[in-house]
């Protein structure tokens, strides 16, 4: 599997931003799929992830109520779109392809390459 994560960029505090990520091959559904993202100095840290079909899905505490992690396996596509940012959320999301729903890096088998998200204040 082949991951494609984009829509990252600058914005204010408060504004909103949909990140995608497009994953190639015809099994994207079997795969439960991930968002993390690492900022400056600090370690990646998981931030999302939804089950095979349409869920559940799962957020870090700092996240929710903010963001939200959807799938589209007609367009072998998950997004994250997210509401209200802050600029703690600043950093390069990652999105990742596992079989397992997890929060850790090393349940996920396949990543994207990141894109980047700064939020200003």
């Known amino acids: 599997v082949q991951l494609q994560a984009s829509g990252g960029g600058l914005v204010q505090a408060g504004g909103s931003l949909r990140l995608s990520c497009v994953a190639s091959?015809?099994?994207?559904?079997?795969?439960?799929m991930g968002w993390f993202r690492q900022a400056p100095g600090k370690e990646r840290e998981f931030v999302a992830t939804i089950g095979w079909i349409t869920g559940p899905t799962f957020y870090v505490d700092s996240v929710k109520g903010r963001f939200t992690i959807s799938r589209d396996n007609a367009k072998n596509t998950v997004y994250l779109q997210m509401n209200s940012l802050k600029p703690e959320d600043t950093a390069v999301y990652y999105c990742?392809?596992?079989?397992?729903?997890?929060?850790?890096?090393?349940?996920?088998?396949?990543w994207g390459q990141g894109t980047q998200v700064t939020v200003s204040s």
């Open positions: 091959g015809r099994t994207f559904s079997r795969y439960v």
């Open positions: 990742a392809a596992g079989n397992t729903i997890a929060t850790t890096n090393d349940e996920y088998n396949y």
